[in-house]
């Protein structure tokens, strides 16, 4: 399990940045893309919430004067994500779930049940898809979720936690789970 970020080191990072180094620009990137990407990956097609992760961060780090708490740059990057993201048209909700291409290194089987559950995880409200997905899917921990989102560490396994009973009972696998449990 990887640990959280202390907000001074995000602080630094993000003043730095505001002084124009480059390599602080590369560590807010990499430290914060994931959450950038979740939040897009929970509305639009995998190669689209690529595209909308690049364009977010070009708007945020136009803006990083406008950043009044440079250790909340989490969610404030979120903020500016969640505003990003195109408008979830039924029509192009219907295209994102039919356009996401092959998981890399994943069989056919694989990459249908793996886009099955991300169907199911995009119906979930906000506040579970976000958290779900960067676990899921970004592979980020508890304390690393925490400390990018803003989050307590306990509003996140509560998120998590919920989430993943909302997305067991969206896949039909809620009863599994009980029935080995009394068995």
């Keep these: 399990m990887k640990a959280a970020i202390p907000p001074e080191d995000i602080a630094s990072q993000v003043q730095d940045a505001r002084h ?16 950038v990407h979740a939040i897009h990956l929970g509305m639009t097609a995998r190669t689209r919430a690529e595209d909308l992760t690049q364009e977010t961060f070009v708007i945020a780090f136009g803006k990083l004067d406008q950043l009044r708490e440079p250790a909340r740059f989490g969610p404030w990057i979120a903020m500016i994500a969640r505003r990003t993201r195109p408008a979830a048209a039924p ?6 779930d039919g356009d996401d291409p092959p998981w890399p290194g994943a069989g056919p ?6 886009n099955e559950a ?17 676990r899921l ?7 690393e979720i925490a400390s990018l989102t803003g989050l307590t560490p306990q509003s996140v396994r509560v998120n998590l936690h919920r989430g993943m009973s909302r997305l067991r009972g969206a896949l039909g696998i809620a009863g599994r789970q009980e029935e080995s449990a009394d068995g």
Excluded: H, K, M, N
């Design 118 to 134: 991300l169907r199911a995880i995009r119906d979930l409200p906000e506040a579970y898809r976000e958290t779900l997905i960067l």
């Design 20 to 35: 124009g180094s480059q390599a602080a620009f590369a560590w807010l990137y990499r430290t914060f893309a994931p959450l």
């Design 91 to 96: 029509e192009e909700r219907e295209l994102a």
């Design 137 to 143: 899917v970004e592979g980020l921990s508890g304390p």
């Design 109 to 114: 089987e694989a990459s249908a049940q793996a």
